[in-house]
């Protein structure tokens, strides 16, 4: 469906399968990926898009910024008197605010598995990934979803223990293949497709990754 993007800079998080790391890894990080907005300069660029009424807010981790992007929502509220409706991407280790939650129609959260690890790196150990009070609140929210990427048979295994855990309700549970070419996708989808189908849990593909590679701008 049409949606505005609104991506944010900055992680506290670095997996190794990141499509975005433009958005925070610094050796690779250009003066063009980093660039300041007023509230009303980037309110006059949403407004200039067509269905400027329906936010993903991703990133990076938005919640990071949640306190900044609560105030331009409202101030959107101000100018366009409309209310809009809001996605938050999050990897799920920030708990939103009360007045995050109160403007937030629907949570994506994307819990990090041991595959996200950067190759040769320990950063995203699972005292930084997992963090119990932040998904026992999205767990219990009835908006929220819980999307888990998935390459290889293990990670089928540790998102179940997971769901189990935070007694998540399945059918907000996502699965989707890992991949940055269409062919890495297509190639995982089918066993994820099937185990979803018999475990009752909702499959997602990488469409923009399918269609377009990792072109940027899509």
Request: with cysteine.
């Amino acid at each position: 469906m049409p949606v505005v993007f609104l991506r944010t800079f900055g992680c506290n998080l670095q997996c190794g399968f990141c499509d975005t790391p433009y958005t925070w890894e610094p050796r690779v990080v250009q003066d063009s990926d980093r660039k300041m907005y007023t509230a009303k300069e980037a309110v006059e660029e949403i407004t200039s898009l067509p269905n400027h009424s329906h936010w993903v807010i991703t990133g990076g981790e938005p919640m990071l910024q949640q306190l900044t992007l609560v105030a331009l929502i409202r101030y959107y509220q101000e100018v366009t008197e409309v209310v809009p409706f809001i996605e938050w991407e999050t990897n799920g280790t920030i708990l939103p605010s009360e007045d995050t939650d109160s403007v937030t129609d629907k949570y994506n959260v994307s819990v990090k598995l041991k595959n996200s690890m950067c190759s040769g790196k320990s950063y995203n150990t699972p005292e930084r990934r997992i963090i119990p009070p932040v998904i026992e609140f999205f767990a219990k929210n009835p908006k929220a979803d819980f999307k888990f990427v998935i390459a290889k048979e293990a990670d089928l295994q540790e998102a179940e223990s997971l769901i189990r855990r935070f007694e998540i309700n399945r059918t907000h549970v996502v699965f989707m293949p890992e991949g940055k070419t269409a062919e890495e996708i297509k190639i995982k989808s089918a066993k994820i497709f099937n185990y979803c189908v018999a475990k009752g849990y909702r499959f997602s593909t990488r469409l923009h990754v399918a269609i377009f590679g990792m072109k940027r701008g899509i």
